[in-house]
């Protein structure tokens, strides 16, 4: 079992930054790929970044790409997701989220998740 505790989420303006928080605990030492999520009202759940725990290896959607970065420590078994220059469409509840099998991209290859946190981008 692995558990999962987003932290960071908030109300900000557009153009301003966000650093969401994700603490892992449990049997970490399986895990493959910590991911990033996102949910908006009415809206599937998209995926957003990715990185595997052991090495360099980090995934982004086209949507967020040069604006948020998705890192880790390994001591602290955290991975954080830096959002830079936020727009409204990034508004959304994350999620963070744990994969055994390696495969980053869909949601439905994620075994463990966490509750998700609220981002709020205002105009």
């Known amino acids: 079992q692995v558990q999962l505790v987003e932290s960071g989420g908030g109300l900000v303006q557009a153009g301003g930054s966000l650093r969401l928080s994700c603490a892992a605990s449990?049997?970490?030492?399986?895990?493959?790929?910590m991911g990033w999520f996102r949910q908006a009202p009415g809206k599937e759940r998209q995926f957003v970044a990715a990185i595997r725990w052991r090495g360099s290896s980090t995934y982004y959607a086209d949507s967020v790409k040069g604006r948020f970065t998705i890192s880790r420590d390994n001591a602290k078994n955290t991975v954080y997701l830096q959002m830079n220059s936020l727009k409204p469409e990034d508004t959304a509840v994350y999620y963070c989220?744990?994969?055994?099998?390696?495969?980053?991209?869909?949601?439905?290859?994620?075994?463990?998740w966490g509750q998700g946190t609220q981002v709020t981008v205002s105009s």
């Open positions: 449990g049997r970490t030492f399986s895990t493959y790929v």
């Open positions: 989220a744990a994969s055994l099998s390696g495969n980053y991209l869909y949601g439905s290859s994620y075994d463990y």
